[in-house]
């Protein structure tokens, strides 16, 4: 996964990992946990996912787990909030709105993804991570449950709760491999010493979620446990 000619400027590999190997198979694995656990359904080596799911595979898995309209996208820069002057003597119903922008990559997932991406990727510093979340989390699903009657039964905290955990890492891990694959790791000019700040970032937020919540594959097999304890069609995955 590192670039054959990284930059780490004022950094080390992965922030001093002790086992490079490890701690790759770490970013790849809670990237793809889901997939790897769909292969496991079927019957296949978790690491052969990309062989053998089809796109009814995902749909099955959704509705185990739980789903809704996502952005795909949903981070700080996505988000305008509009502040109207209104003149006098004219009445209008909002002085303030909240546009949601760049809805190129909408899609149907699980429904706590979004706010783990919001969060994970701008809501928090590293200082204010993991004090803060849990509430805000709470918030959201607060509000989520009461859009329609028995989704409290549905999707009940504590799953929201450990997926959201699992999905605070895999927001992340997904960024590391796209910065990775696009060069975003290699450039920058090391005479002003700004080369490797998106690295320096994203690691540092990685290591933050797993310093906080724990490992994400771990977030995930309990979440997997509370679906199976719920009657959900989830296999052996996590035993």
Known sequence: MLPEKPIFVGTTPYRNATNIDEYETLVRETLNYPYMHIAAMKGYPKDQWEDCITIDDLHNYLRQVGFTLTHGDFHAENILIRNVDVPKGIKITKENELWIL??????????????????????????????????????????????????????????????????????????????????????????????????????????????????????????????????????????
């Open 102 to 239: 760049d809805w190129q990559v909408g899609q149907i997932a699980d429904p706590v993804r979004d706010i783990a991406q919001l969060i994970g990727v701008g809501g928090l510093d590293n200082k204010t991570y993991g004090v803060h979340d849990e509430e805000i989390v709470k918030v959201w699903w607060n509000q989520f449950v009461s859009l329609k009657p028995g989704l409290s039964q549905e999707y009940p905290w504590e799953l929201a709760w450990s997926r959201y955990k699992y999905h605070a890492g895999a927001s992340i891990a997904l960024l590391i491999s796209v910065c990775n694959a696009i060069k975003g790791f290699t450039d920058g000019d090391l005479e002003d010493h700004t080369a490797g700040w998106l690295y320096r970032g994203l690691i540092d937020r990685f290591n933050t979620v797993i310093a906080k919540h724990g490992d994400p594959r771990k977030n995930y097999n309990d979440s997997i446990a509370i679906l199976r304890k719920m009657g959900k069609d989830v296999g052996d995955w996590g035993i």
